[in-house]
């Protein structure tokens, strides 16, 4: 459960706590008239989320009362969405369609308690007769229809011996009501569509307002948790479990904000538009803000709940920065992937002076990420390197390789430039260079100063690749239509060249291709012969340079600043401080190039570290919280108006490195600590988080979740070794985020042998 308790969560406690509910029973349940998107993620997230946390129970519930819209595509997609999510729903999937007779017979109970009434009003006169906010509605003449008549009219309506839209079935409530939509709501109308479940054997189909709270009594469901648009339903709804006087426990409505995010279009309207224009390739399109095309472009499924847990659950709307979504891939992705280099725009390099040809050694992971692997390089005299890593007359502050300036080449030697070749229209074709023996990476002697290393490939061994170089769909923040789509949203590299072990021995689906960005191999298109990956998102916010503040902004507003959490392939200029800084830290202190360019560059950071690590000597786990979390609170706040200091951040590190705390608890801490300044020590104890790390507390959860997973473990011990992962995740899952890691990992390797 998330420590920073919502007013959600406020609410069922509350409710348990006086015993009007027994047992949480919440609902996801949207209509499947189009694939889920990421806003469907956060109400998923929040209804399973609070379920989970309460021991309750979560229907997974298709609103299918449209018949003209709906189809098993979109049930399918909305299933395959939880489950992605890492949620199961209680029992089968339920539907509404389902509950179609029971809700026949609570209308008819309404028309014999003189509740409800059918219409015969036109679409317009039904509009015009509804009044104004400031004006009371007019109550149509056929309310005064007797009981017996409009049984008999329902019950034809039902048949199908009427028109689309010549009768309707109205609540008989009050057309002066304040909140207009209590003016006599409709209920039920006609609809001649076949039901891709009930068939044609309805010609009437119920509205929203009258199924949705019906079905939620009927599931026994007690919190109906919905977005903020239906908060003047919550009226109808209330209205028609009590004028039926169904026994209690009833269910009650509480709304949320719903989730808007900038550039991002979500309804499905606009979304069905995209698709039926051919703007895009389909709902998976890796552009789309659905759920398909998420996971398609590489997105995890832990990255998009720490999202949602990160934006948190509000009462009043607001629009999300769709940097902060970039962020959480990019965190996730940053302690999980290895790294790996790729060319894409190739320019030839021969190595005049090196003979022959070696695999050099390189590890897949940064020192501070906790991971094994390494695979070998192939290189010889002739290599490729990126374009724009070599320039003739370089700009100042230029440090990749020139005619005068040496490189380093990543996991290999610093090469010099000899001479550049160039064709009869006078461009650059190939470089001829010279390399250093004595400086290899690991085990450098030659006292060469080189301010950058660049990547490369082998001529010879390097295999071509497809890239798909996707942002974001909309250039406009507030996009409209089809007219604010962003040309540049998708470029093609065809024949960019990749080392050969990402494709010959496929540590991973995911990488980062060092300079370049994170990258996901295509799950549909990608074959052996033709390698295809979807860029996941780069490894900065570069949308930041071109949303800039003007310059005229007054000197003491704040103006917002990039999340400085990676860099990119783009080398900018360090100053002679900025260098020497940065030098210390990959040298001396072992930080890995992305950290400690970070805290090099900004002064307010590399302070705040310096400070931190004064007091803890542990300068890799102190820096990854700065250059990440504190880095992030630095965006929102000034310096004086944070509620931490570098003391607490230095004491949060040292309960993560004597084992006290996991690093997942360490950043739940330190949500807490920037909240409301509390000491680290004293939430740790305060709210019971110390990491679990005795195998006998930690083996009968592991058993658990064997038992539970007996399919998992057939396709473990048949040879998916990947399944491990998901083992883990369910232990550490059902602990809270407190078992050990290491220790959860040895144990359920044991015990899946």
């Not at 962020?327 to 996730?332: G, M, N, V």
């Amino acid at each position: 459960m998330s420590e920073s308790k919502d007013f959600l969560r406020t609410i069922v406690e509350e409710d348990l706590a006086s015993g009007k509910y027994q047992e949480i029973h919440t609902r996801f349940p949207p209509e499947p008239n189009g694939f889920p998107h990421i806003g469907h993620a956060k109400s998923i997230a929040i209804n399973f989320g609070i379920a989970r946390d309460y021991h309750g129970r979560c229907n997974l519930r298709m609103d299918d009362t449209n018949p003209t819209t709906e189809d098993t595509k979109y049930v399918e997609a909305l299933k395959d969405a939880v489950q992605w999510l890492g949620f199961e729903w209680d029992n089968s999937v339920r539907y509404t369609s389902d509950y179609f007779p029971e809700l026949y017979n609570y209308a008819v109970e309404l028309i014999k308690m003189g509740k409800a009434y059918v219409d015969s009003l036109s679409e317009e006169e039904i509009r015009e007769y509804r009044g104004t906010v400031t004006e009371p509605g007019k109550r149509s003449k056929y309310a005064e229809r007797s009981v017996e008549e409009n049984l008999d009219l329902l019950e034809r309506m039902k048949n199908g011996e009427f028109k689309d839209g010549e009768h309707v079935l109205r609540a008989k409530i009050d057309m002066a009501a304040a909140n207009m939509k209590m003016r006599d709501p409709l209920l039920y109308r006609i609809r001649h569509a076949h039901h891709y479940r009930a068939g044609d054997k309805w010609h009437i189909y119920p509205m929203y307002d009258f199924g949705h709270c019906l079905s939620d009594y009927i599931e026994g469901i007690t919190h109906s948790i919905c977005t903020l648009e239906f908060e003047n339903n919550r009226d109808i709804y209330d209205w028609v479990l009590d004028t039926l006087g169904l026994k209690s426990p009833r269910p009650y409505q509480h709304e949320f904000a719903r989730l808007a995010i900038n550039y991002t279009v979500m309804s499905k309207r606009k979304l069905l538009e995209l698709v039926n224009e051919g703007r895009v390739s389909g709902w998976d399109d890796p552009r789309m803000p659905t759920i398909a095309g998420y996971r398609r472009r590489g997105y995890t499924p832990e990255s998009i709940l720490n999202f949602c847990d990160q934006i948190g659950i509000a009462k009043a709307n607001s629009t999300v920065d769709v940097s902060q979504l970039e962020f959480c891939i990019r965190d996730d992705l940053n302690t999980k992937v290895p790294r790996v280099m790729c060319v894409l725009d190739p320019l030839k390099v021969t190595i005049e002076n090196y003979e022959g040809a070696e695999e050099l050694d390189a590890p897949y992971y940064p020192h501070d990420v906790p991971k094994e692997g390494s695979r070998k390089i192939p290189f010889s005299r002739e290599i490729y390197i990126e374009r724009d890593d070599f320039m003739e007359n370089p700009p100042k502050g230029y440090y990749r390789l020139t005619p005068e300036q040496p490189v380093r080449l990543r996991h290999a030697y610093i090469i010099t430039c000899k001479e550049v070749i160039k064709d009869a229209d006078g461009n650059i074709i190939e470089i001829k260079a010279a390399y250093h023996p004595d400086s290899k990476s690991g085990a450098d002697t030659s006292g060469i100063k080189v301010k950058s290393a660049i990547q490369w490939v082998d001529v010879e061994k390097a295999k071509k690749v497809e890239l798909r170089l996707y942002d974001r769909l909309f250039k406009d923040e507030a996009p409209e239509g089809l007219e604010d789509i962003n040309p540049d949203s998708l470029k093609v590299v065809k024949n960019a060249l990749i080392e050969p072990a990402v494709i010959t021995d496929k540590p991973d689906e995911r990488f980062q291709f060092e300079r370049q960005g994170y990258f996901y191999a295509d799950p549909i298109d990608y074959t052996d012969e033709t390698p295809v990956f979807n860029k996941i998102v780069g490894l900065k916010d570069s949308w930041s340079k071109k949303t800039k503040a003007p310059e005229s902004a007054t000197k003491n507003e704040r103006k917002p600043q990039a999340k400085k959490v990676q860099i990119d392939g783009e080398v900018e200029p360090m100053s002679e401080v900025e260098q020497a800084l940065f030098d210390k830290y990959t040298g001396e202190l072992k930080l890995n190039s992305m950290v400690a360019d970070i805290l090099a560059r900004d002064e307010q950071l590399s302070s705040f570290y310096e400070e931190a690590l004064s007091i803890n000597n542990s300068p890799v786990t102190i820096a990854n919280i700065v250059a990440n979390e504190v880095a992030r609170e630095f965006k929102e706040k000034q310096a004086d108006e944070l509620r931490f200091d570098a003391k607490q951040i230095a004491e949060l590190v040292k309960m993560v490195d004597d084992g006290t705390i996991s690093s997942k608890i360490a950043k739940q801490v330190f949500e807490e600590m920037s909240k409301n300044g509390e000491d680290p020590v004293q939430i740790v104890e305060a709210k019971g988080l110390v990491q679990i790390s005795d195998p006998s507390q930690i083996a009968p959860i592991i058993d658990e979740v064997i038992v539970k997973n007996p399919d998992n473990v057939e396709k473990f011990k048949a040879g998916n070794t990947k399944l491990l992962g998901f083992f883990v995740g369910q232990v550490l899952k059902a602990t809270g985020g407190k078992a050990n890691p290491q220790v959860v990992n040895e144990l359920v390797a044991e015990k899946l042998k």
